[in-house]
């Protein structure tokens, strides 16, 4: 494929903007480097390049994009707000209808503010959590990527730790110092963590399901465990749910019937549920009272794993900027003008971004949405289990629903070491030659690969194709 333009712009660029791109993780650092591809065009699972090649597209712009570029019904609110003005500065009626979908989706949510950015709600969770409990720690999880606020790039997970920046230069060792980091998946160190610094932790910081070293599922119990751990410390749990919000199901991860339940052995709520309905041959009445009991383990389940804060972004925004915050009640309004907290924004809940999230959830809200999603991430992420296995090549795949990861190892993923503990060459080498069969992944090995509704069956079949030729290849 030729990619001269692309090469240009980039030589170019690296004279104007610092490192040719305005994010790292665009940069090709971590995949031998060079010029990162330019794009001009997107639509639909496509992306076009300067150099007039297309790509089908599995980074969906790091998540947002679940209902493909460029998407009739985003597209068409999106113009209509900028005809009505792009900013006021003052409350709109469309932030009120988003505030109450986002609330009825995600009951954890008595209270929302919206921001500009995922790295902006978990800064600001983070201030709010202090402002309640009169503490300054937090405890986060190594690998776990939060933004890039101060506080949480200590041991921030995909985009630093491929660039081999754990802690960022120009964070103080005191604020570093706030940050407490333990290993995810592992209640005994959160636990010893929490028994040391307890009564200085303000919150415990996780992604519910891991996006940022892989797709990493918690262990069956975890999250209650984590709860409870939390809350008997007098902290409070915030979630990011930056990546999970609406990527799996209508919901967040805190919602998700897909979560592992200790109670089930380890399977899915969903699981527990439609096995113990469906007890086949037994009387109505006991299979009603099996029915039951089943849902209300899983209500108590869900109960157990709320958190008091959640911050969310990407997919909310159907691809414009946008971040937003939330949770119980009593901690919410800790924040001005109702509470002592402070947090502003002179471009938050701008109708252009508002009404964007608000189509895209319409969209996400069509029945058969999610069951499609599931599909083809089914389909691909077993078609490449599958190739791996036929070309003798050791792979770990990750998946949940339509978004999954791939390392190269022979071990499971269930936290960031095992993360690290992957071959990153064998990785470059595999998106180079994905990358020149038409195929545009993240160029990083921590990042996953995300589906969106506008891919097809024939999508995956030539992705599957394209996999076969690069691992034969490799
Ligand atoms: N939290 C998580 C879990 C993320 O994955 C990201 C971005 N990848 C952020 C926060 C930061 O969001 P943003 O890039 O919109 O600031």
């Known amino acids: 494929m030729e990619r001269t333009r692309s090469e240009l712009l980039y030589q170019e660029a690296l004279q104007h903007i610092v490192g040719g791109v305005n994010s790292p993780s665009r940069s090709f650092k971590a995949v031998g480097g060079g010029a990162p591809v330019f794009m001009k065009r997107a639509k639909g699972a496509y992306f076009w390049d300067v150099d007039d090649n297309r790509y089908l ?162 262990h069956a119990g975890y999250l209650e465990q984590l709860c409870a751990a939390a809350r008997s410390h007098g902290a409070l749990v915030i979630y990011d749910e930056v990546i999970t919000a609406f990527r799996f199901h209508y919901g967040a ?38 029915s039951e009991a089943a849902a209300s383990k899983a209500a108590a389940y869900f109960a157990a794993i709320e958190p008091d804060l959640t911050a969310l972004g990407k997919i909310i925004g159907g691809g414009l900027p946008i971040g937003a915050y939330g949770g119980r009640k009593a901690v919410m309004e800790q924040v001005a003008p109702l509470g002592p907290a402070y947090q502003a924004g002179t471009m938050a809940g701008n109708p252009a971004s508002i009404a964007a999230g608000i189509a895209c959830l319409q969209v996400l809200q069509q029945d058969g949405v999610y069951a499609k999603l599931e599909q083809l991430g089914e389909t691909l992420a077993e078609g490449i289990r599958a ?65 969106t509704t506008a891919h097809t069956e024939e999508d995956i079949a030539f992705t599957l194709d394209a996999v076969d030729r690069a691992f034969k290849a490799m």
């Open 387 to 451: 190739a791996a296995d036929r070309h003798g090549i050791a792979l770990t795949v990750n998946r949940i629903a339509s978004a999954f990861s791939t390392h190269f190892c022979d071990h499971p993923v269930t936290d960031y070491a095992e993360a690290q503990d992957t071959d990153g060459e064998r990785f470059a080498r595999f998106f180079r030659l994905m990358l020149e069969e038409g195929i545009c992944l993240a160029p990083s090995k921590y990042e996953a690969w995300f589906l």
């Open 57 to 218: 597209d599995y980074l969906a712009a790091y998540g947002p994009i679940i209902t493909g570029h460029a998407h009739p019904h985003v597209t068409a609110a999106i113009c209509r707000a900028a005809e009505n003005g792009t900013l006021y500065g003052t409350p709109t009626e469309l932030e009120l209808e988003f505030a109450k979908m986002l609330k009825s989706a995600i009951p954890s949510l008595d209270k929302v503010r919206f921001v500009n950015s995922g790295t902006e709600a978990v800064m600001t969770t983070i201030r709010v959590a202090r402002a309640y409990t009169g503490r300054s720690k937090i405890v986060k999880f190594a690998g776990c990527y939060h933004g890039h606020s101060d506080l949480v790039l200590v041991a921030a997970g995909s985009g630093p730790s491929t660039l081999g920046i754990p802690d960022s230069a120009g964070v103080p060792p005191s604020i570093a110092q706030e940050v407490i980091t333990v290993p995810f998946n592992d209640i005994p160190a959160l636990e010893a963590a929490l028994a040391r610094w307890g009564h200085e932790v303000a919150a415990v910081m996780v992604e519910p399901i891991v996006g940022n070293f892989g797709m990493v599922m918690p």
């Open 253 to 290: 991860a805190q919602t998700y019937p897909g979560l592992p339940l200790a109670e089930a052995g380890g399977s899915p709520a969903s699981a527990l549920l439609a096995g113990t309905a469906g007890a086949a041959g037994a009387p109505a009445t006991e299979a009603a009272a099996a």
